[in-house]
């Protein structure tokens, strides 16, 4: 058998696709994990839970979607070289098998994605909404984690052809009942915020001023959305601001 015979053997072709592929597949993880770290990516996700859960394995997320997307070249060279190499001779099958992976490489990342801007969604969220004294806050940023997650799900589930019609369903009843549970579990959270609104726009009061609200005095420390923190001596008011509004301000002149 001479040198043109062997290199025109599927086998060999095969063989030699399978370890350009490997080759290919390294190096484009190697490549998106430098690109993911030039662009911030570690920072965006630190202390995410899933950044942590990867970490405990010994990874991270930058890796973990770097790999990602070299097995998915890797799955590509050894399907082609198996069709080159004459091991599976359907082509329904094989064109099954490419219209597929990719399907599942993308729903793969939609997931990851998502379980990152659910779990970001959640310490953002909850750090905006700390100051804020109201028992049924604690439940908004559970809310808006489980609202990514189950959008990430359906996104991902449509990727591989699942019918997504009844979960999307799901989905409108599910943000209906939310806002009309939320407007009315919520309704002191969202009078706090309209009068949190109006005091921002108007500043009847600022940061400094020395101020009374019923049997409250104190100098104004900071004002936000929902809240005004009052300063006297050792001992800090946090007050809702729509205790503001139904109680009244006294700006206390020296």
Do not use: C
């Not at 394995?57 to 979607?65: A, F, K, R």
């Not at 080159?84 to 490489?105: C, K, Y």
């Not at 997931?111 to 310490?123: C, N, P, Q, T, Y």
Request: hydrophobic content about 55%.
């Amino acid at each position: 058998m001479d040198w043109q015979t062997l290199i025109d053997e599927p086998a060999v072709i095969a063989a030699a696709v399978l370890v350009l592929g490997l080759v290919v597949g390294y190096l484009v993880g190697r490549l998106n994990e430098e690109l993911l770290t030039a662009s911030g990516v570690p920072e965006a996700v630190e202390g995410t839970p899933f950044e942590r859960t990867a970490q405990s394995l010994g990874t991270s997320t930058v890796e973990i979607v770097a790999r990602l997307s070299a097995w998915f070249i890797y799955g590509i060279a050894v399907l082609t070289a198996i069709h080159i190499a004459q091991l599976l001779d359907t082509d329904a099958f094989w064109l099954r098998v490419t219209e597929f992976i990719p399907q599942v490489f993308v729903a793969v990342l939609v997931m990851i994605v998502g379980f990152i801007v659910a779990d970001k969604s959640e310490l953002t969220v909850g750090e905006y909404l700390r100051s804020v004294k109201l028992p049924q806050v604690a439940l908004i940023p559970k809310l808006v984690k489980y609202s990514v997650l189950y959008v990430a799900l359906v996104v991902a589930l449509g990727q591989v052809g699942v019918h997504v019609t009844a979960l999307l369903i799901l989905l409108a009843i599910y943000a209906v009942g939310i806002v009309a549970v939320g407007a009315y579990a919520f309704k002191d959270f969202l009078v706090s915020s309209a009068a949190g609104i109006y005091l921002l726009l108007n500043q009847p009061y600022g940061i400094g001023d020395r101020v009374r609200v019923g049997d409250q005095t104190g100098i104004v420390q900071e004002v936000d959305l929902f809240v005004t923190k009052i300063e006297d001596d050792s001992e800090e008011y946090i007050v809702p601001n729509r205790k503001i509004f139904e109680d009244g301000i006294v700006r206390v002149r020296d």
